[in-house]
Structures are given as C-alpha cells and as structure tokens.
C-alpha cells in the first residue's frame, strides 16, 4: 500500500515536500515539491481534523493550505503575529514555531510565538473550508515565556503548554467558542529542565525536558485538571553522557496509534555526535511501564530529529533530519525499531516534522 506524508523546512526558500512511502516494497520517494510563499518556510506543520488543510508556524507569519491531494497544496492565507508590535518586525528574532489544530467545533487553530516577545499564544478562526480566517484572542502566557508544544485533553477542554523558556508547564481552560482562560502554571521540577513537548494519554501528561533530557511524569488532578509531578523520570540520552545539558537537547515526545507506546527523541549539539529515539511500554491507564529502548540516530538530528508515528498503525514511523537533509522510515515490530526506507533532500533547511496524509 502507497503512503503520503508531508515535510517543511526551516530556512527560506518556503516549500512543502511530498514523499511517498510504498509498506510492501519499503521504498520512499519525494514525488513533488510545492513552492509556498519565499519567506514562510514552516517549521512545524499539522493537519486540521479533516486532513482538508495544511496549518504551518511560517516564520513571522501563520499559514494555511487547501490540500485537494497529496501532490494538490494550495496556499490559502498567511497572518502575522500581533500580539506584540515587535513580535512581527524583521528586527526582532521573534518566530512562529508550534501549532496545534482543534478536532472539535469551531475547530479553532492555536499558535505558540518563540524566542522574545513570545508571551501570548494566538487562537484563530477558520472559514468553512478551514483556512484561517482571523485572530479572534491573544491569550496572555508571562513575558519571559516560550511555548514550543501544547496538548488538549481528550474533551478538549483543557490545553497543556510546555514553556521552554520560563521552564513551566500551563493549564488553560478552553470555552465553547474556543477561546482560552488560565487554570495555574507549575515550575518544571529542576531549573535547568526547560520544559519543550507534552503528550497526554488518560490521566498522564508526559512533559520532555529540552535541557534536562528527560522525560518526567506528571498526573493530571481530576479535581483542578492541574498536573502534579510524580516524581518518575526516564532518560532521553545515555546517563553519564558527558555535558548532556549543553551538548543535547531533547525534541518531541508522541504516542503511537494503539497509545501503546510511546516514542520520544533527543538532538546533539554537534556534528559529530549523534541524537537518540526512546521508546515507551504504556499500560492501559496510561502510566509508563518500562522504557524499551534508547538507540542512537543517524545523525545529530540537527533542529529537526523528530519522530511522527503513522495514525492507523503502531508499525510505522517517520524520522526528520536537517543536518544533512533526510527524511527516513522505521517499523516498529515486536518492540524492535528497525529503518527501512530512506529518502535525501538536498535543499536548505529541509527536514522539520512529517505529518502523514494517508
């Protein structure tokens, strides 16, 4: 059977590459690349809830694109930031960097700014083909936050934010028109943890830690759906690894599609070294029951080493690089990782997460 996914990049020119992954013939292909707007390269991109339309952290802008096929991308609209005046100047280092598509009514498109300026995270409406179609609340983080990944609750009616640079993780309350309230924030259990991705399975949050390389534990309360650390960590890199907080940092953490398993990735800060993918056993109510593995990727991993598992099988996943350009296929079988497909991408910036159409 032919699968589709879709890959960004991180750096200008803007393009949305297609690839092709054949599960009998283990073979990927890159069958097209789509031109988008020059100075929107997406670094993170999702599917809304349809896979009708393809949302993207576009540098200073958000964007969305109608999605007819896999080799149809059409760009719909492109919104800047405006929370802050500064946060949509040339000058300021301010970035689009996570979006996070609702599954239900009014199927609002929630956006996390980065680096300064970042204090406010941007909901917008979609029209009835699912563009984006304006900012309808900038809702209030702190000053020195910088979200890089948020979760909704199965209801979606609670929003887990990680905040990498205020080392926090926030509970918002989400309304029936989709706008959001503040519940509370929690500091990170260690000052050097630098919360960066959140998974959610039952009553367990899973918070990666970009600086503190690991992967903390924490249950939701089912009075204040607050989530309290459990004090139950695994690591994401080899203990006694040598200056693990400055020559790593962790990336993405994500369930499979039985929510068996869990698979969370680690980047090196340097060529020469290589990043590392863990997996997870899950019990049925959602607590970890043993870390699987820790094995080594091909590379640093760059920006990028992130792992997307399909949505229809746990028996596939997908791994993104942008240090040397590639984006590969992993099954999963028998809690054994195994690569067996591989496709290069020569062009600047490629490789941030790979979103799967089909």
């Not at 905040?163 to 989709?178: E, F, I, M, S, Y």
Request: with cysteine; hydrophobic share 35%.
């Amino acid at each position: 059977m032919l699968h589709h996914l879709m890959v960004g990049t991180w750096t200008p020119p803007g393009a949305i590459f297609t690839f092709e992954f054949n599960d009998e013939e283990l073979t990927l292909k890159l069958i097209k690349r789509t031109a988008i707007p020059e100075n929107e390269p997406i670094s993170w991109m999702t599917f809304d809830h349809a896979k009708k339309n393809i949302y993207g952290a576009a540098m200073k802008k958000w964007s969305s694109f109608a999605v007819k096929s896999p080799t149809e991308i059409t760009h719909q609209a492109s919104h800047p930031m405006e929370h802050e005046p500064q946060a949509s100047s040339p000058d300021t280092n301010t970035r689009a960097i996570f979006v996070l598509a609702a599954k239900q009514p009014p199927f609002n498109v929630y956006g996390n700014p980065f680096y300064d300026h970042a204090g406010f995270g941007n909901i917008f409406s979609v029209n009835q083909e699912g563009a984006l179609e304006k900012c309808v609340q900038n809702y209030e983080y702190s000053p020195k936050t910088g979200i890089h990944g948020m979760v909704f609750d199965p209801t979606e009616t609670y929003l887990y934010s990680a905040d990498l640079r205020g080392n926090k993780v926030w509970t918002h309350k989400k309304d029936a028109q989709g706008q959001l309230t503040l519940v509370h924030c929690v500091e990170a259990p260690d000052p050097g943890d630098h919360p960066r991705w959140v998974a959610l399975y039952q009553n367990y949050l899973y918070v990666l830690m970009e600086a503190g390389n690991r992967l903390a534990v924490y249950v939701i309360d089912e009075q204040t759906h607050i989530p309290v650390f459990t004090h139950i960590t695994y690591p994401l890199i080899p203990p006694g690894i040598p200056n693990s907080k400055t020559m790593y940092r962790s990336d993405v953490v994500f369930l499979s599609h039985t929510k068996t398993y869990l698979f969370a990735t680690s980047r090196a800060n340097a060529h020469n070294l290589t990043g590392y993918i863990a997996a997870f056993k899950l019990g049925p109510a959602g607590n970890i029951e043993r870390q699987i593995c820790l094995n080594p990727t091909p590379t640093s991993g760059g920006h990028s080493n992130a792992v997307s598992p399909c949505d229809w099988s746990d028996e596939w996943l997908a791994l993104t690089d942008d240090q040397d350009g590639w984006i590969e296929i992993y099954c999963w079988k028998d809690e054994f990782l195994a690569r067996v497909a591989h496709c290069d991408v020569k062009e600047p910036g490629f490789g941030m997460n790979a979103i799967w159409y089909d």
